[in-house]
Structures are given as C-alpha cells and as structure tokens.
C-alpha cells in the first residue's frame, strides 16, 4: 500500500492545532509535562529521516496526551514530516487499520522516503491499554463506569510524562531497522 495520496492531503501540524479549540490547553500541559533526557535525545537524533501520517480526532483524549510526545520526539529528531488526518474524513484509511474491530485513534504510520508503510502505531501504549484490558470486563458487566477507566488512563499520561510512548517507540523504531 502506497500512503502518498493520504500523506498529500493532511493537513501540517500547525494547522492541525487550530482544530482542537479548548482541548488545546491540555495538549500544551502534556508537551510541556514531557522531558527527554540527554541519553534518549542522542538516540532520538539517530532515528532515520521518516515521513508520519497521523490519524486522529481533535477531541480524542488519547490523542491530545499522545500527539503532544510525538511532535516532542519529531522536534527532538528534526528531520520527519509529518501530516494529520481527521479519522472521520477518512474512513477509508481508518477501516483498514481497526482495533478490536473499532476505529480507535491515534494511529500512527511511519513511512519510508517512497510513501511505503514502515510500521504503523496506536492507538495508546501498551500500558495505558493494559489499564483499559485490566476493567474491560467490568465495563461490559457494568460494575465501573467506562469514564472512571478512562479517569486511570488519563493520570497515568499525567504521571508518565510521555516516557512509555518514547520508550516504546523507540523499541519499534529499533526493531524495524529505522536507526541510523
């Protein structure tokens, strides 16, 4: 699958900010909440020349903790260009990618210089998702509210400060030979 035509048509980062209206306040607090120490820098630096499609939508609370580390990481990296896409106008793409048959987001696509898929990411780390698989059952069996789990996950992004997203994409980005 050739991602060129999806990546011609997201929308850059900047703009994409002008779509998240009063969320946006807490995805600045989580940019600013994470920090990469200077051993993590050096090993983000080294992370090959990517282009990233991301798919998104702006209410999202796994998004708006997640995408703020990722433009952490790009920056850090310097050399990735990156796109947005809203997942509803692009169902199609989102279809083809579905979590437990649903459309979770975040999803993030790494691509290499020719538009190929790399790897693809998401919808939240492997930690924040356990939270979620840890009271799946009591959600279906209604002894918790769904909004009480997503209350655990989104302080365990608060006390994370983006270090389990960058530790595991740092893993992936090892495993699928993208280190320089």
């Known amino acids: 699958m050739n991602f060129s035509e999806y990546f011609n048509r997201g929308m850059v980062y900047d703009d994409y ?7 946006l306040e807490m995805h600045v607090q989580h940019y600013n909440r994470c920090t990469i120490e200077e051993d993590t ?29 990722v433009r952490k990481i790009s ?26 048959g649903g459309r979770a987001v975040p999803l993030f696509f790494f691509l290499d210089e020719d538009y190929s898929l790399v790897f693809y990411w998401g919808p939240r780390p492997k930690i924040a998702q356990q939270i979620y698989e ?12 769904k909004l009480e789990v997503i209350k655990k996950i ?27």
């Open 134 to 145: 840890d009271h799946r059952k009591m959600i279906e069996n209604k002894e918790i509210e």
């Open 75 to 100: 920056e850090t990296n310097g050399s990735w260009d990156i796109r947005i896409l809203i997942r509803d106008d692009n169902l199609d793409l989102m279809d083809q990618f579905l979590t437990r």
């Open 154 to 180: 989104r302080n365990f992004y608060s006390r994370d400060k983006g270090q389990a997203i960058i530790s595991e994409l740092l893993s992936l980005f090892k495993e699928y030979n993208c280190m320089n």
């Open 41 to 69: 820098e050096n090993e983000i630096k080294r992370i090959k020349n990517l282009k990233l499609i991301i798919l998104t939508d702006p209410g999202c609370g796994d998004s708006l903790a997640i995408l703020p580390i």
């Open 17 to 23: 900010i002008s779509h998240l209206g009063e969320k």
